[in-house]
């Protein structure tokens, strides 16, 4: 089989799978379903985990809906509390962007650009209210602690783009609808090393979160409509990497 061959059946086989899947009456796949199972330990011998207002960090969201993985954005978080969300080919404050281009007054920047949300950008629970909004069920957020150095670098790589001569080559925040997980696994692989190891790009978003779990994160936090709280660590063995899920926000 020859490179073309390769690249054919390599970009074929998501669309194939997606719709056997779609025949079958939809995806097995159910909320997080790459959650440990040693990770969960009962509630009372857990450390709950703090926000880490002044520590840069990256991001990454995994959202199910159903029975299904539905969609993946990246969160960034800067030495400032600068916050960048990248939404790609979703809808988060879509139609703000759309209504500021329509206007006579552009006094300030848009909200969206490029799938970029470069101002007043959701909190966590902002955007897990939202993906619930579209039915989804669950919000899975990786978290690592990085520099302020690595964040900044991060947010021009985001913000800006870069072309061919980049040493990892171009790249655009703009992102095709459905393509969403692919974006996000193909930046993580040429990006955010040596914060992140992603090998391979992803079409589904459950497959990503099968290889974020294998980091490991400094966190996980698990966002859900459900009003009782229920928390995940690690095992003893590794004690900084721990898991939270954290019900409806009133």
Known sequence: MNKQQVLLRRLTQPFVTLSWSLMISGCVIGPTPSLPNTWEIPSSGIEIVSEHPHTPHLQVLIMYSGLASSHSALRLVGKNNEVLLWDPAGDYARFDGRDFFLSNIKNQLPRRMRDLIIRDPP????YAQFRWSLDDTRVEVFEWDISPTQAEQLRLILLEGTDELHPSGSFSSFTWPFMCTVAVSDFLQRFTKPIIHVSDWYFFPDDLAETLYQQPPDRVRIFTPETDELKFSQPPHHP????????AVP
């Open 123 to 126: 909190t966590l629970e902002t």
């Open 240 to 247: 900084t990497n721990q898991v939270r899920t954290t019900g």
